[in-house]
């Protein structure tokens, strides 16, 4: 019984005496010198996102800027740059590169971005939660290629696919037992190998339309790592980086890691200590960290910045010796644009120019995304009022109230100094394609509704944005299940009857128990319209003028 473990151990033997063979007699007592490095969160933003990224501003630390920063054409010069000097060197990253895009990309369903990505030389990808947007069939076309099944390819030639590898090790198929993706790649360097294992968060299954994922399993993020740990030092393999699309929230600037909290604290801590750096995504926020002895970084959001992490491997225990990580802004007016860039972007934009520029409406001011105490926010509060005015008359399903997502509420919506607003800033804000859906919801159904936008664990997993004349207030002190404080859910001023039914509108996504509200997919009398992107260029364009409201559908009261 004991023979499997003997050839093992034989075998990382016969490995480690291979390496040292291969090691130049001059090199022995250096370390080998690996950099990555590393982005997560790009989600398609092929130009500069507007509003760049905010960091503490320079000349007076209680105060913040912005700097504009991003789009691929001035980080494929970064990370050339980066990657100077430095022989062995990796590109990584930490998921979420593609969907809720803007339209250049979404249009052409981000074959764009992954072209681009190819271009400056992406190696690897954890998959992320929004990877899964269009279902697993498609994100398979993206690594393998093909043209897409319904439109058909769009670009200046037929779509090849991925040049890098995504990585999955907590996906699994349920129907073949095999994870939809590898789930770790080698590299090596100098004779030293360095794996990287890459997954997404276990609570995919509640930010992804539930059907495109129906034959998908996501495991627990640390126990899957571990589980891995004993088969890569069996291959002799001691350096171990994982990427993973799951973060934390920082309270400092975006080189530093004060007062870090959120999911990725605990998920490291459990990792098994043969784990050296952990690369980290999903809550767009750039932080530089040492969690549990582990260095841990995270690059905010849309390529703005790279972040650039050197390790010093031992060649006798081929095991990390040290790493250190530093965050580059990826500054437009440092980073010059890649040729090969422009030229591809140049390309996509030619064919969506149309489109993109064709004028809306106007507006009378910015809707943004900032949120007040109680999670409501003008841009969602736009879009909650679109959806209803869309779904009001009887015939489109008689909606009296409409629940927008926070999550899907991608950008703010800023017009031209005009006020005018073009439909590439309306598709920014809802990318989603999602349709309307009204259902049929009774009065104690909806408090339900409202109660589940916290989890078990009391953390929020998707504030509801309100449409005009619905109000409620809510304290976190009345604790799970109770914290609609009651008679505070009224409708035009009436508290909502327990018993009564009442038609309500909600995206696809709701509809289908996205986001752990379960008590949507419950609803009757089912009627399906437009594109919530339609309803929201509809709306803009029937009211000239309009102003942002005042984020206070919602509030805390304690």
């Known amino acids: 019984m004991r023979r499997p473990m003997i050839l093992i151990a034989i075998l990382t033997l016969a490995l480690h005496l291979a390496a040292c063979a291969s090691i130049d007699p001059s090199q022995q007592g250096t370390p ?193 790592v571990n589980r891995l740990i004993p088969e890569l030092r069996a291959q002799g393999i001691e350096a171990i980086v994982v990427l993973i699309h799951e973060g934390g929230h920082p309270t400092g600037d975006y080189n530093e890691c004060p007062g870090i909290s959120g999911p990725i604290v605990q998920i490291v801590k459990r990792l098994d200590k043969a784990v050296d750096v952990v690369i980290s995504g999903h809550t767009h926020r750039a932080y530089i960290c040492s969690i549990d002895g582990r260095l841990v970084t995270s690059g905010d959001k849309y390529g703005t910045v790279v972040t650039a992490i050197d390790l010093q491997i031992d060649r006798g225990t081929r095991d990390v010796l040290s790493s250190k990580a530093g965050n580059f802004i990826v500054r437009n007016d440092t980073y010059a644009k890649d040729a090969q860039q422009t030229a591809l972007i140049s390309a996509y934009d030619k064919l969506v120019a149309p489109l993109a520029r064709r004028i809306v409406g106007r507006v009378g001011g910015a809707f943004t995304r900032e949120v007040n105490p109680g999670g409501a926010s003008s841009a969602g509060q736009l879009i909650a009022d679109a959806q209803l005015a869309a779904t009001a008359a009887p015939v489109r399903g008689g909606a009296v109230i409409a629940f927008a997502n926070s999550g899907g509420v991608r950008t703010a919506l800023q017009p031209e100094a005009d006020g005018t607003v073009r439909y590439g800033q309306v598709f920014a804000m809802q990318p989603f394609a999602n349709n309307l859906v009204t259902v049929s919801l009774t009065g104690e159904q909806i408090r339900q509704l409202l109660e589940q936008q916290w989890r078990d664990d009391d953390s929020v997993g998707e504030f509801l944005q309100l449409s005009n004349g619905l109000e409620y207030r809510w304290a976190a002190s009345r604790g799970k299940n109770r914290r609609v404080v009651p008679g505070s859910l009224t409708l035009h001023g009436k508290p909502l009857d327990p018993g009564q039914i009442y038609r309500v509108t909600v995206n696809s996504f709701l509809a289908a128990g996205g986001g752990g509200l379960r008590v949507l997919p419950e609803g009757r009398d089912r009627i399906t319209g437009i594109f919530d992107v339609e309803a929201l260029e509809q709306y803009i364009a029937a009211h000239p003028g309009l102003l942002p409201t005042v984020p206070d559908r919602v509030r805390r009261v304690d």
């Open 32 to 224: 080998v010198q690996v950099r990555i490095l590393a982005i997560n969160d790009f989600h398609g933003n092929l130009h500069p996102p507007g509003g760049g990224i905010r960091i503490r501003d320079p000349q007076d630390a209680a105060k913040t800027v912005m700097v504009a920063a991003g789009g691929a054409e001035h980080m494929a010069t970064a990370v050339r740059e980066l990657r100077k000097g430095h022989e062995n060197q990796v590109f990584v990253a930490a998921g979420d590169l593609i969907g809720a895009s803007p339209l250049l990309s979404a249009i052409f369903h981000d074959e764009p971005t992954v072209e681009a990505l190819g271009l400056m030389g992406l190696d690897m990808s954890a998959v992320g939660n929004h990877e899964f947007d269009a279902g697993t069939d498609e994100l398979l076309r993206k690594q393998n290629g093909g043209c897409h099944p319904v439109d058909g390819c769009k670009g200046a030639s037929p779509f090849r696919g991925a040049s890098f590898k995504y990585l999955a090790a907590s996906t699994w198929d349920t129907r073949t037992g095999r994870t939809v993706f590898p789930p770790y790649q080698v590299k090596r360097f100098e004779g030293i190998s360095v794996a990287f294992i890459g997954l997404t968060l276990k609570g995919t299954t509640e930010l992804v339309n539930p059907s495109g994922i129906a034959n998908l399993r996501f495991d627990d993020e640390a126990d899957t």
